[in-house]
């Protein structure tokens, strides 16, 4: 499914200084049964944010009023766990189009690049000086400049490079996905298939 | 050049290197479930697409599907509206289908290998993260999200950028009691949640070899869980032998062929690996877990790991403990639990039946254990009644269930209640896991039996 272009995201940020966040907390398994892709953001970290009587949970940073913005910035190893693109998918549509941290897990990172939201691996010390800086002032704005590869803290012009690759950056830049890719190569895949051993 | 394993298979299904990029990967087998398909089929008719080659795309309904009275209409609407479009899908598109009633119906990776679809040197994708099972057969399996689902439904391939290589060596033999799963709930606890992130592990050494397939299936499910993409075992005699004659495996002199092809899977001699480890296995001790990852784990005799202990992360390991209602240090023998559940993609094959079945053999179940035994395929649950183990579990208390993901995720009924302990042979004891507020502990079937009979957190080794 093509997606909206990404270049540069100014915006102030949601923490969430918790390590290994895995994908049944991001959503839950049993909200998995849709078969439409509709409705995810509503029960993004569901358990985390509400009670089991379904009210909110009001010291959840997503609760919290003082935290708000388009990149959510969580602890090391976020996204481990489950494939379900549900959980990429969960952080799209209740409004990220940016997850910072300073180590994602393998499917998680790939499920997001292809939905359009980027994952910005930082340092472990750059990811604490943002928690830090959120923490005294929650208005803080991060810029992640997609075409120069840099996450920047605006008040303190504070930055850090961050890795993607080429293929993939052009994708992000444009909105463009892997089937529109491999739609136009079909013929020398049905080649391909041709000399397969199995 | 020397090759790994790994390498051998993965640059056999490049079909184009993209330069800074990922490689254009070619997939021989497609595994698709109920869960994680309907959107890319949804995908497919928005763009106005078939599915490339519907004979190596299998499909089967395990993740949301109950596990009693699978001959009723399933009731809750939304598993129901699911189950319907996986098989609706699959008609469509000419895709075999083992739908609810299916005889071949059960867990995607159980019936994998039952059937022959899994093969050595193959790759193989499917929509969900344990796929790594697998590699047992020296395959290079992994899991995918839906988007690449889609790619793989409608050009049979995906896009991925080349893991790193690891190879990770356990030597010597096991000790009595010490199954599959402890081997690797060890590594799991040694690397930690995210210490394969970005590689592709080989798992070598006698005691992987001297494994069962059932085991070697145990280890490579357990992959993902150190964030490895997947694990692979070279394929030897004992992999011949379990595929032969199997309904989709090569007859004739099409296996003579595939044979040629298998031979040539091993590693290289002078091969390298981007990292390696090795563990001595006679080291390994029957594991359980104590937190809400599975690189929390423990030998069962020793104590809950002080915070102070850890390199970093201190806050999250106080809020994990908090969850479990565990304190730093406490023992985890004698821990009063409340459910155990055998079964899952992980430990839900005849083996794993038998295992929990000679534990309490001769014993009954503590009155208030509820016990839930779940196979993962009809086959499974066919071979269990007649080896005559559902005699022997009947008799000391325990009931059967039909086929299904079941309690490993608790997308069906079978959840886990709020603050319960359940010793779980399944794959995750994150957080809510297992039904929201459930507590889960992962261990292997053996650990599991003496449970359910004790009541209580059991070295098995006592029992026998």
């Not at chain 2, 399996?141 to 391939?157: D, H, K, P, R, Y």
């Not at chain 2, 896009?159 to 000790?175: A, C, E, W």
């Not at chain 2, 997308?411 to 319960?420: L, Q, R, V, Y």
């Amino acid at each position: 499914m093509a997606y909206d272009k990404f270049n540069i995201l100014k915006s102030s940020a949601v923490p969430l200084p918790i390590e290994n966040i895995d994908t049944d907390q991001i959503i839950p398994a049993r909200f998995l049964k849709a078969t439409e892709r509709v409705g995810f953001g509503d029960n993004l970290f569901r358990d985390w944010r509400y009670n089991q009587d379904n009210s909110l949970k009001s010291d959840f940073p997503l609760n919290d009023n003082r935290f708000s913005g388009k990149i959510l910035v969580g602890g090391k190893n976020f996204g481990s766990g489950s494939s379900r693109e549900h959980a990429a998918w969960a952080v799209y549509d209740y409004g990220f189009r940016c997850v910072v941290s300073s180590f994602f897990a393998d499917i998680f990172r790939n499920n997001c690049l292809n939905i359009g939201v980027l994952p910005v691996q930082t340092s472990a010390e750059f990811l604490q000086k943002i928690f830090d800086v959120i923490e005294s002032d929650s208005d803080t704005q991060l810029i992640i400049d997609l075409p120069k590869q840099t996450i920047t803290i605006d008040s303190t012009g504070a930055f850090e490079n961050f890795e993607i690759n080429s293929y993939k950056k052009e994708n992000m830049l444009n909105g463009f996905d892997d089937i529109d890719y491999l739609m136009n190569i079909k013929d020398q895949i049905g080649e391909f298939a041709k000399n397969t051993p199995l | 050049m020397s090759k790994t394993l790994f390498d051998k298979v993965w640059d056999s299904h490049v079909v184009q290197q993209i330069e800074d990029g990922p490689d254009v990967l070619f997939i021989d087998r497609h595994l698709v479930h109920e869960v994680t398909s309907p959107v890319a089929f949804l995908g497919l008719k928005n763009r106005g697409v078939k599915v490339m080659s519907p004979k190596r795309t299998f499909a089967t309904a395990d993740h949301n599907t109950p596990t009693i009275n699978q001959h009723l209409p399933v009731a809750d609407p939304l598993s129901a509206n699911q189950l319907k479009a996986l098989e609706e899908n699959a008609k469509a598109h000419g895709i075999s289908y083992w739908g609810l009633g299916h005889e071949k119906n059960g867990i995607v990776h159980v019936v994998g290998p039952e059937y022959g679809i899994t093969q050595p040197g193959a790759t193989i994708v499917c929509g969900d993260s344990h796929t790594s099972t697998h590699g047992a057969f020296g395959a290079i399996a992994f899991g995918i999200g839906t988007s690449e689902v889609e790619m793989v439904l409608s050009t049979q391939c995906i896009m991925q950028p080349k893991p790193k290589t690891m190879r990770i060596n356990v030597n010597g033999s096991l000790s009595k009691g010490v199954t599959p799963k402890d081997v690797a709930l060890f590594i799991i606890s040694q690397l930690s949640t995210s210490g394969a992130t970005g590689y592709f592990v080989e798992y070598a050494g006698e005691v992987f070899q001297s494994l069962s397939m059932e085991g070697r299936m145990t280890v490579c499910n357990l992959s993902i869980e150190m964030g490895a993409r997947g694990g692979i075992i070279a394929p030897d005699e004992k992999t011949f032998e379990y595929i032969k004659d199997r309904e989709f495996t090569p007859k004739g002199a099409a296996w003579d062929k595939a044979m040629n092809y298998w031979s040539t899977l091993s590693t290289d001699e002078d091969a390298t690996f981007d990292k390696e480890y090795t563990f001595d296995g006679s080291a390994i001790e029957p594991m359980i877990t104590y937190g809400t990852n599975p690189g929390m784990g423990m030998r069962i005799s020793g104590g809950i790991p002080t915070a102070e202990s850890l390199d970093g992360g201190v806050a999250t390991y106080k809020k994990s403990l908090d969850y479990m209602g565990y304190k730093e240090g406490d023992s985890m023998i004698g821990k009063k639990i409340d459910f155990v559940f055998l079964g899952s993609c992980t430990n839900g094959r005849i083996e794993d039946f038998r295992a929990f079945t000679e534990i309490v053999e001769g014993k009954k179940k503590a009155d208030h254990v509820t016990a839930w035994l779940v196979p993962g395929s009809h086959k499974v649950l066919n071979a269990i009644k007649e080896e005559g183990l559902l005699d022997t579990l009947q008799a000391a208390g325990f009931e059967l269930r039909e086929p299904g993901c079941s309690a490993c995720l608790a997308m069906n009924d079978d959840k886990i209640p709020a603050g319960k302990y359940a010793v779980s042979t399944s794959n995750r004891n994150f957080e809510g896991r297992q039904g929201p507020g459930s507590r889960t502990l992962l261990a292997s079937p053996t650990v599991a039996a003496a449970a359910a009979v004790m009541g209580v957190v059991t070295d098995p080794r006592s029992l026998v």
